[in-house]
């Protein structure tokens, strides 16, 4: 008898053949074979919407490849991944290659290991409809928003944009928070710092007040009217509050908080987080054991985790840290309300497989994530650290006015027991130590008291890891369309990264405000969260998906007709950045423009004159095989890469980035690399250096 397990990707059907044995053959689908064309609506509005699929282009003899390993099994197991999504592709594949949707053959894995495995394959189930149709459900809302809404975009503003309904309220959010910080009127306001001596120890403390109670300082003559107060003034400690305050560990990761601490700790941005955790979940090769699974399912949005797991971490941390890391009772996590807890929290498959120990397996970006999911983990089943506190009081009273006073506050704090702290560090930051011999009456002696100025400061703009935060917390977007939604604004040029701040264009800002204006259910957060609670239902089989799409479209479309009567020979102006470049058939100075391919230079003279020319960015840095001018493009997926001005007649390129430095051996310019590795690229060198300076290969 042979049994076939399909899956997406090829390296988790790697990892599967480990476990499964001769008896299975295990292929891959590599990714989706079926879906809605690009090329058209491919959705039946006035039948119910609908959907009209095709097979994906170029999966056309794969899809024959399955039929006829179908055709040869006496057993078909769908076993992609345990999402939505990956409910949908086992829907598409079971329709593409006539299986039976009534029989028990869709198989999953929280984890790909041999427990996961063993315990996926002896629980076989029908492929749940409902699951899949929510993802449809979003899938032809997302096709008629963008196919709908782009081409109305793209005339009001410029050819080629396009508009999705999710993106489009992230772009909101960003844009909004771009008005404010414009808005944003700042407000002087001072503060006073005074430094007591006991003994020889030093107490930083801050003025808080007087009799009358709390004193905001709005300028400087306030500040030093209170500074000529505490001229002849003695101080003395009026109270010191000693106690203690439970440091409670960190809960284990979901998708949205593991891509915000990948990104605070490690600097990686959310789709190359993503990509990293897939290749964990779906295994890596580990010497004679072959290819391992090592982390759980990396998307979810639940904090549960399973007894065995929980009992293994317990296990670990009485053989490695003592039994007083262990806590009294296991420690639960509550996942937010609308939570779908199908999964586990992301966590290692095995506890017991320490970074360290599997360093030389992984590469350097896979152990350092594996390492942060493996320390949030272990940590979140420990036991709570304790920290000592002390709350210090000053008083500072003249002797001609004994009923008057000034007070000063100081707090301090020292760690009793790190507990879950010894792994990984929830950010309480180092110790403040206060005299904790100090008591009431005790005088101090002022070393300095000072006055500093300060303004309050406009609403920080969004980083990667803020926004994602904030989508969360709004219940926009679900944790597997983060990364996708930041690198879509980013691509298309509505949004930039700079300093790891992400700032909306001209070009954004425009598209914002005309949806906002027009179309304001499209980029209201809540009406969005509506609509991801709404799908949330269909998929728990409470809400039936072509009237949800009824509800959304019908009006949808109403007010998309309303406002193409309204602006009706409307032109949205945007001011174009002029160069320094000569159109080459008038002279005018040329613009930047940007079309759906990026950004290119155009004549201002059109209609009269239609000259473009491609839009280049120059680096100070010069082709190592030409002496050329190395410049920036972009690839056909919108991915930045290098090379020399004169191709095709040179052939120099470069994922790596150009630097200003030159190579100490040959005096060619040097890249920078994944990892900080710079290079010399001439052929013939091979100089390479780490970034922080020291010489790493000649």
Known sequence: MSNLVIVESPSKAKTLKNYLGSGYNVVASVGHVRDLPAAKLSVDVKNDFAPKYAIVKGKEKLVKELQQAVAE?????????????????????????????????????????????????????????????????????????????????????????????????????????????????????????????????????????????????????QADALLLRMQDARFFVSSLKKGTKKINPMPPFITSTLQQDAAKRLGYRPERTMQIAQQLYEGVELGNQGSVGLITYMRTDSLRVSVEAQNAATDYIRQNLGQSYVPAKPNYYKSRSNAQDGHEAIRPSDIFKVPEQIKPFLSNEQFRLYELIWKRFLASQMAAGVQNTAKLEIKGVRDAE??????????????????????????????????????????????????????????????????????????????????????????????????????????GEAISGLLKEKFPKIVNTKFTAQMESDLDLVGEGKEDYIALLHTFYDDFEQNLNKVKGEMEGVKIQLQEDQTNIPCDKCGRMMVVKVGRFGKFLACPGYPECKNTKPYVIETSAKCPKCGGKVIQKRSKKGHTFFGCENWPSCDFVTWDTPTEKLCPNCGSALFKGRGGLISCLKEGCGYQTKSRGRKKKE
């Open 402 to 507: 004994p009923d008057r006073f000034v007070l000063f506050r100081a707090n301090g704090h020292s760690m009793k027991f790190d507990g879950c702290t010894r792994i990984y560090d929830a950010g309480e930051g180092k110790d403040e130590l206060l005299p904790m011999e100090l008591k009431a009456d005790d005088p101090l002696k002022v070393r300095d008291i000072a006055k500093s100025q300060h303004f309050t400061q406009p609403p920080a703009r969004y980083s990667e890891q803020s926004l994602i935060k904030t989508l969360e917390e709004n219940g926009v977007g679900r944790p597997s369309t983060y990364a996708t939604i930041i690198s879509t604004i980013v691509k298309r040029e509505y949004v930039e990264r700079k300093n790891k701040q992400l700032i909306p264009t001209e070009l």
């Open 73 to 221: 099994s006496d057993k078909v197991y769908l076993a992609t991944d345990p999402d939505r999504e990956g409910e949908a592709i086992s829907w598409h594949l079971a329709t593409l290659l006539n299986l039976n949707l009534d029989e028990d053959n869709r198989v999953t894995f929280n984890e790909i290991t041999k427990t996961g495995v063993k315990n996926g394959m002896a629980a076989p189930r029908k492929v749940d409809l409902d699951l899949v149709n929510a993802q449809q459900a979003r899938r032809i809302l997302d096709r008629l928003v963008g196919y709908k809404l782009s081409p109305f975009v793209s005339q009001k503003i410029r050819r080629g944009l396009s508009a999705g309904r999710v993106q489009s309220v992230a772009l909101r959010i960003i844009c909004d928070r771009e008005q404010e910080i414009r808005d944003f009127v700042s407000k002087e306001y001072w503060t006073i710092e005074g430094k007591f001596a006991f003994g020889h120890k030093i107490i930083n403390a801050q003025f808080q007040g007087d009799e009358k109670g709390k004193i905001e300082i709005e300028n400087e003559q």
